[in-house]
Antibody, heavy 119, light 106 residues
Framework: EVQLVESGGGLVKPGGSLRLACAAS????????MNWVRQAPGKGLEWVSS????????DYADSVKGRFTISRDDAKNSVYLQMSSLTVEDTALYYC????????????WGQGTLVTVSS | DIQMTQSPSSLSASVGDRVTITCRAS??????LNWFRQKPGKAPKLLIY???NLQSGVPSRFSGGGSGTDFTLTISNLQPEDFAMYYC?????????FGQGTRLEI
């Protein structure tokens, strides 16, 4: 059974940093592109970042470019999102999602980890 | 960036009804269009990928259509668990933008 479990969320002050992690199981992690998608409270979905297998292709939404860094550790079946220079607009539930590999469709999602940026 | 516009923003229906949600892209995206359902407090679930392909395990009452810029999600014989938010997403090019969502209510 495919499982994605996010962790690392919490309350952080504006300008602060946080590192999110997503632990994967139930599939050959190293073969898949992984993504982070966020959802601000009561709002819609926003794709944040993606990292391909072997980390050869990395991409970011303009809203986080230069502030967030995605990485992966295939030995630990995990993907990470290092977030810095956080603003209140980054407050959201952050989901980890697997790209099925065919049409960049996100076929499995974790339950999310909440990041709250507030003074 | 490719803008995705869903209509309607909200929709009222009853169990057993058939409903259709539309999604329009600001430029042509071939068939790179996916549909998700999100129940309250839960993660999104993939229903349809590549415009018309039913994701494994998803009931056949869900169907998708369209190509280019205009797409539809049709749900037949609505069930209680279908009253939720629905999002389209383009996977043609980064950033992989979502529609604003359609709330399906009883």
């Amino acid at each position: 059974e495919v499982q994605l479990v996010e962790s690392g969320g919490g309350l952080v002050k504006p300008g602060g940093s946080l590192r999110l992690a997503c632990a994967a199981s139930g599939f050959t992690f190293s073969r898949y592109t992984m993504n982070w998608v966020r959802q601000a409270p009561g709002k819609g979905l926003e794709w944040v970042s993606s990292i391909s297998f072997s980390s050869t292709d990395i991409d970011y939404a303009d809203s986080v470019k230069g502030r967030f860094t995605i990485s992966r550790d295939d030995a630990k079946n995990s993907v990470y999102l290092q977030m810095s220079s956080l603003t209140v607009e980054d407050t959201a539930l952050y989901y980890c999602a697997r790209d099925s590999g065919s049409y960049t469709d996100f076929d499995f999602w974790g339950q999310g980890t909440l990041v709250t940026v507030s003074s | 960036d490719i803008q995705m516009t869903q209509s309607p923003s909200s929709l009222s229906a009853s169990v057993g009804d058939r409903v259709t949600i539309t999604c329009r892209a600001s430029q042509r995206i071939s068939s790179y269009l996916n549909w998700f359902r999100q129940k309250p407090g839960k993660a999104p679930k993939l229903l349809i990928y590549a415009a018309s392909n039913l994701q494994s395990g998803v009931p056949s009452r869900f169907s998708g259509g369209g190509s280019g810029t205009d797409f539809t999600l049709t749900i037949s014989n609505l069930q209680p668990e279908d009253f939720a938010m629905y999002y389209c997403q383009q996977s043609y090019s980064s950033p992989y933008t979502f529609g604003q969502g359609t709330r399906l209510e009883i």
